[in-house]
């Protein structure tokens, strides 16, 4: 399996309902020496990251990570002001479950950045053309280059108050010559990407299968969306913001922030920590992912002792 293609990444899933036409309700932004203290108090709940194993993210890719005080000075994309709303751009076919998925990893994206979504009018795959398309040797999947549906599709459909605008589809993808594929691509100027569900199982399976795929879905969203709002990888705990070299490496990191990455995105979303986590626990209760609401809940339980 070749190599994420984690410049500044990006897939997402939403289709066919709109999501918060406006921001969901906001309690006052959080200061950032609330936000450090948070650090502080979630730190403990935290699993440090060991040395990376022969052919990880990280022994392969010599990174510094980021903190929040280093993230505050960065001069940040931010889902502020006029561009303060998600668009999903559908591209292709959706069976029904991965119709349900990308749905569902839309919910999921405007709780976790408390942003509204929007999808665009769905497009077909006849909107890419032949030089945008290839066949895998290997598997005879088809497959779309990422840069054609970034700068051809995606660049003149973001609207004026978009803090992104982001593709989604069940094809494959690749992103140039040399590489077999690519979960998903972003370009953080142009505040576009793309990103595919073609990989991460059949949700149609059964509910455990079904389960896992969004798992993946939402965990990957969340994480290239990140990016785009500036987030560096996390080189210190096993976190969301973690690089990930295969879909392997990235099934062992856990769906939440750890409290630096945490900070990051309150911050940039002017949201408070413990409504982002109650969200966030919610949903995992919602759609049965009990190792990941469990977690929320014990971060939940260790900010409200300290309160």
Known sequence: MRKWFAQIVLWMGF?????????LPRAAAPSVAELQAMVVKLAPLQRKLGPPRPGDWLSIHEEEGQTFKEYLVCAPVLPRGKRHVLYLQPLG???PDQRRIVNLTGEFM??????PVKPLEDLPLSVIPSRARRTLAESGAEQILTSYVLK???KSRLPWDGAAALALTATDLWPRDGWNFVFGEASLKARVGVWSIHRYGDPSKDAVAFRLCLLRAIATATHETGHIFSMRHCT????????SETLEEADQQPLALCPECLAKLC????TRPLDHLHRMEAFCLKMGLKQEEAFYRQSIQALEAHR
């Open 267 to 270: 911050w940039a979303t002017r």
């Open 93 to 95: 076919e959706f069976s």
């Open 152 to 154: 051809r599709i995606l």
């Open 15 to 23: 289709l066919g309902v709109t999501l918060g036409a406006s921001p």
């Open 236 to 243: 210190r705990y096993a976190c969301n913001m973690n690089g």
């Open 110 to 115: 405007g709780l976790y950045f408390n942003l």
